[in-house]
């Protein structure tokens, strides 16, 4: 998911450069609560207190902004919700698995430090 953060963010940072940082911009974005909501979605509150304006209006600004065939992008309410375009997300991961074979799904991640299970 850090990938499509990472395209997302950048997608989000000429618009709203001024405002909030690369880092700022993908630490916001977060998983909706439901599923029909999207897969990621950024929430405005933060640019509503710099750009003075409400957060509903400025998701549906950005919303209209972005073009991607990567990500369907609405506004709901004062969130920009992202949906991963299937299609892409399972070549994606197909390529992955290809590449990587027995390792696909290993990680580093917590590797010389106790884990609590």
Known sequence: MEKFKNEIALLLEPLVEA???????????????????????????????????????????????????????KNLGPYVNFFINRKQLAERVLKEILEKKEAYGSS???????VII
Request: proline share 6%.
């Open 19 to 73: 405002s909030l940082s690369l880092e700022e911009i993908i630490e916001s974005l977060e998983e909706p609560k439901y599923a029909e909501q999207g897969d990621l979605s950024f929430p405005c509150f933060k640019l509503a207190k710099v750009m003075r304006k409400s957060p509903t209006n400025i998701a549906q600004e950005l919303a209209e902004k972005i073009q991607s065939e990567k990500y369907e992008v």
């Open 108 to 114: 580093d991640e917590g590797q010389d430090r106790p």
